[in-house]
């Protein structure tokens, strides 16, 4: 039973350039978060997404960032023209809809703008 | 202020210590409260969960939730230098799905 898939692991982009993240939720999971990671700092949400549907996305800077959720795929984060301030490690996270709050995380993908 | 403080440490201690972690808050609409576990350049993993108030045990580890003060602790007995790593306490409330992370605390345990 594989766990919550993220890639890439490691990203490197220039500024302005586009960086897309995916994830691929637990088998039966149905609920992604995206949470972003600063050096030396705790875990911020930044959307919350089911199967096609943006739930809660107040955590997502209004401009360059979107997330999405399709039928049929994994999840991706988007971030365009992106600036050395995005450099950060960020994590999926997926839940079976429970309303627990238990989540399962990725190993995260580790965005560098250069 | 924000909604959940953690102090971030560094925590260093001997092997055998016993560890005493803490987090405190401000929503008292908080239901749900979660240790996650991060070793470095990893992804955080659950340790423990607990639901409103009380304590609850596995092994080395105890949790403990204090509404009345908004205040949760997370106990390492006989701390090992595998639990090096960093302990993010974690929160949501009933109804919500969004979790709030405090900013973890950095505990090393010296051999």
């Known amino acids: 039973n594989a766990g919550v898939m993220q890639n890439p692991r490691h990203l490197v982009r220039r500024r302005g350039q586009e960086a897309r993240l995916r994830c691929s939720p637990m088998?039966?999971?149905?609920?992604v978060y995206w949470y972003r990671q600063l050096p030396e700092e705790g875990l911020k949400f930044m959307v919350y997404?089911?199967?096609?549907?943006?739930?809660?996305e107040s955590g997502m800077p209004k401009e360059r960032f979107s997330a999405e959720f399709p039928k049929e795929g994994p999840s991706i984060l988007r971030i365009q023209q992106v600036v050395r301030g995005d450099s950060a490690a960020y994590f999926c996270?997926?839940?079976?809809?429970?309303?627990?709050?238990?989540?399962?995380f990725g190993e995260g993908s580790r965005l560098t703008v250069l | 202020q924000k909604e959940v403080e953690q102090d971030p440490g560094p925590l260093s201690v001997p092997e055998g210590a016993i560890v005493s972690l803490n987090c405190t808050y401000s929503n008292s609409a908080f239901q749900y409260f979660m240790w996650y576990r991060q070793y470095s350049r990893k992804g955080p993993e659950l340790l423990m969960y607990t639901y409103s108030s009380g304590n609850k045990e596995d092994g080395r580890f105890t949790a403990q939730v204090d509404k009345s003060s908004k205040y949760i602790s997370l106990f390492i007995r006989d701390s090992q230098p595998s639990d090096s790593a960093t302990y993010l306490c974690a929160m949501s409330d009933t109804g919500g799905f969004k979790t709030i992370f405090g900013a973890g605390t950095r505990l090393f345990v010296k051999a």
């Open positions: 088998k039966g999971h149905s609920h």
């Open positions: 996270a997926s839940l079976p809809g429970a309303n627990t709050g238990e989540l399962f």
């Open positions: 997404l089911q199967k096609e549907n943006i739930i809660d």
